[in-house]
């Protein structure tokens, strides 16, 4: 089982990690370029979430393809 302070350190690195990763993306020139299909994210879309990865149809079939089933509780 993971300790509080844990928990709580890899909340707080996952931003640090996507910064990271966003400042490589941008300095290999792929930032705002979809990661599935190679096209331009909108600007919309980059303005309201920076860190999009994928453009919005390859975001929505990637989010209905992993789709994860709800966890049953008593």
């Known amino acids: 089982m993971m300790s509080t302070a844990l928990r709580m350190t890899h909340h707080l690195e996952r ?13 290999r020139r792929r930032y705002g370029v979809c990661i599935d299909c190679g096209q331009p994210i909108g600007f919309g879309l980059l303005n309201a979430c920076p860190t999009a990865k994928r453009c919005m149809r390859c975001q929505a079939v990637h989010e209905r393809t992993h789709a994860v089933a709800p966890h049953a509780t008593l």
């Open 15 to 27: 931003p640090q990690m996507r910064a990271l990763c966003e400042r490589e993306r941008i300095r």
